[in-house]
């Protein structure tokens, strides 16, 4: 049942990669088997998050995979939000404007993206978790560039360096914990498991372990877009096309905050939390001050989403280093940026098309060009700013809470400010893209859709999560902060 | 025979290091290939070394891969890329020659401070070279953020990633096969993704 479970998860998207690459004659074919066997990936994501929500057993197959509570959320929100991307994605426009080799690239490229993603939160092994976030950097750089533009070009060259750069330290960190490890006598084959290294951690060496952690925070860091690496993220997410900025802001940053709680739990086991706790809270803070502080001078809309993806991370960052409320806090964060960003995104992608310009001052009067489309924007941001009833409002009084409860008063203080800037930086931009007036060359009227009325679907989720948190996701929730802090 | 092979392997990662420092002071990009080229050699060296004294047989497929690899096919797609964009030979980098050297030789001593923890619990006999893999690793960094040319920051790159196998050779005798086995399948893709896109854009920073 278990490797059914784990098929079921990561051969859709391999499967929809293959056939893209296979089936070059018809692209749009391949899109739509796509828009069919990713939700199958979303279905298994849900029905091992229901199982592990409800107290069951971890889905194990072997020593090669893995899915907790925790590895059970992120393959829930990677899937999800793929299954959004496909849907959005090229090739299921019934204007055929997007020519076939580039809806080929982006079903192989999204797929593997997707793919890596999802066995990045499946595998048992650390390295192999490794492996998966270093190859979700080539996979997504490769797309970024698709319209080969200047500007796409710098930001996708950028993204690769500074992402396989940072990513290669994180590689260090793994191989100094292994060789610490190592020189505790274990069976060497197993000891990249987490079980097996953390049942092992009380053994690791404190200055050995903090160094690891230290290389460790650093490179996954970096691809978190936590400060001060973060400097790649602005121009890949908002040079990228729609769908694939909606899963590296959506999910990619979650993923490799994911690898940090990973190996945090291990660590903490070795050393105590204080360690991992104040740089996470240092590191957290610096990041939510260059997300909130850099927001409101952004003139292109997309560049201010990945400044508030900045923020948010910031946000769950400093949520890590909280303890066990702290943590649950940071993951009902994650779930609520991961749907509310990438549709956001992906609608940014439908203003695009129409303005056919990334500047706010330019895409303006979107209420009376894309109304539809225009209100599903707005509730993204206003989720985005932390207003109720969506979730984000939520999970942010929540990381206030545990920072206050904790003991920061002063730190507290400090990033209620920087959520309140964030807030009316986010305001202030979209007032100006929902009002105002539109050029006179952009037609009116909203083209009917499915897609868009799927876009609906995650707004709803996160007013509904907002509203009630729902027990099934309360539970998960709680698990995986136990994974993380026990 | 422990003696041997400690001094076998210091060997091997001191020529790594040193080679690493040639990107320092040679200002021509053909250099710094050849420099990459020869440090992977040695670390294909040191793995040999480290599967046959160290009685690790599986390392010298390791070896044979890193030969392969990192000290033919990367080289000769670096090689290619320079073949492209031919004339550009002088590099003006943002640190010069005087203070790049010793700003590595500061990262070195870093290094040794640094690993003394990890020098400390290690008991194999490889472990004096550790705090060499360290500096390694450091030095490279520093490649990374003070060239301007791309390819010189590829090589920077490649270097550290030489550093962080070369840390796994001496402190473990090497990750598990199936993790070593990804990180050469992510460094091949990595460099031939790298190599499609520069020939887009112009000399970036990093940072």
Same mark, same amino acid.
């Given at each position: 049942m278990d490797a059914v479970l784990v098929v079921a998860l990561l051969a859709p998207p391999l499967v929809g990669a293959a056939l893209a690459l296979l089936v070059r004659r018809a692209p749009q074919a391949a899109a739509w088997f796509n828009a069919v066997t990713m939700p199958v990936s979303a279905a298994a994501a849900a029905a091992i998050a229901l199982r592990l929500a409800a107290g069951g057993a971890p889905v194990i197959v072997g020593n090669a995979w893995r899915l907790d509570a925790l590895s059970a959320l992120l393959a829930l929100l990677v899937s999800v939000v793929a299954t959004l991307a496909v849907w959005l994605?090229?090739? *299921?426009?019934?204007?055929?404007?997007?020519?076939g080799a580039e809806i080929r690239l982006h079903r192989i490229y999204a797929n593997l993206f997707a793919c890596t993603m999802l066995v990045a939160v499946s595998t048992s092994n650390l390295g192999v978790m490794w492996v998966a976030i270093e190859a979700t950097t080539v996979t997504s750089a490769l797309l970024i560039p698709v319209r080969r533009t200047k500007a796409a070009l710098d930001a996708s060259w950028k993204y690769l360096f500074i992402g396989s750069v940072g990513i290669a330290l994180a590689f260090a960190g793994t191989v100094l914990a292994f060789v610490d490890y190592a020189t505790t006598g274990g069976?060497?084959? *197993?000891?990249?498991?987490w079980t097996t290294l953390r049942t092992a951690a009380p053994s690791l060496h404190p200055e050995v372990a903090q160094l690891a952690f230290v290389f460790l925070l650093v490179g996954f860091g970096t691809k978190a877009g936590l400060a001060p690496t973060h400097t790649w993220l602005p121009d890949a997410h908002s040079e990228a096309p729609a769908p694939l900025s909606a899963m590296m802001s959506g999910v990619l940053l979650a993923v490799a905050l994911y690898a940090v709680a990973r190996w945090k739990a291990i660590i903490d086991v070795a050393i105590g939390s204080a360690f991992t706790d104040t740089l996470l809270l240092v590191v957290g803070v610096a990041t939510i001050v260059v997300g909130s502080a850099s927001l409101l001078s952004q003139t292109q809309y997309k560049r201010v989403l990945a400044y508030s993806s900045i923020e948010h991370m910031g946000l769950a960052c400093f949520g890590l280093a909280l303890g066990r409320p702290g943590v649950f806090a940071a993951l009902l964060h994650l779930t609520g940026h991961a749907l509310a960003k990438s549709t956001a995104f992906l609608l940014s992608g439908r203003i695009y098309d129409r303005?056919?310009?990334?500047?706010i001052g330019t895409a303006s009067g979107l209420l009376g060009t894309v109304p539809a489309t225009a209100v599903l924007f707005a509730a993204t941001v206003f989720a985005l700013a932390g207003l109720p009833p969506f979730s984000l409002f939520l999970s942010e009084i929540l990381i206030v809470q545990a920072a206050w409860r904790a003991g920061h008063a002063a730190l507290t203080a400090l990033v209620l400010v920087l959520i309140l800037l964030a807030f009316a930086s986010l305001v202030t931009h979209l007032q100006r893209v929902l009002f105002g007036e539109a050029g006179r060359d952009v037609s009116r009227g909203e083209p009917a859709s499915v897609p868009l009325a799927l876009l609906a679907l995650p707004v709803a989720l996160l007013a509904w999560i907002g509203v009630t948190l729902p027990e099934p996701l309360r539970m998960l929730l709680t698990h995986a902060a136990e994974v993380v802090r026990p | 025979m422990d003696a041997t092979f400690s001094r076998l392997t210091m060997t091997g990662a001191s020529a790594m290091l040193l080679l690493a420092l040639v990107v320092m002071w040679r200002h021509h990009v053909p250099a710094y290939v050849t420099a990459f080229r020869m440090q992977s050699v040695a670390l294909a060296f040191v793995g040999a070394v480290v599967a046959w004294l160290g009685d690790v047989p599986e390392l010298f497929l390791v070896a044979a891969l890193i030969l392969g690899l990192k000290g033919w096919i990367v080289p000769r797609i670096l090689a290619g890329m320079e073949a492209r964009r031919p004339g550009e030979r002088e590099l003006h980098p943002l640190v010069n020659t005087e203070m790049s050297l010793l700003i590595s030789g500061g990262l070195a001593v870093a290094a040794y401070e640094i690993s003394r923890p990890l020098a400390a619990v290690v008991s194999l006999p490889?472990?004096?070279g550790l705090p060499i893999a360290l500096a390694l690793i450091l030095v490279s960094l520093f490649i990374v953020v003070s060239r301007r040319r791309v390819i010189a920051q590829i090589v920077g790159f490649l270097m550290l990633e030489n550093g962080i196998a070369l840390l796994a050779l001496l402190g473990a005798y090497g990750v598990p096969l199936v993790v070593e086995l990804g990180v050469f399948l992510d460094v091949l893709l990595g460099v031939l993704v790298m190599q499609a896109l520069v020939p887009g854009i112009e000399e970036i920073s990093a940072g």
């Open positions: 994605g090229p090739g *299921l426009d019934r204007r055929g404007e997007t020519p069976d060497l084959e *197993l000891a990249l498991n303005y056919r310009s990334g500047e | 490889t472990r004096g």
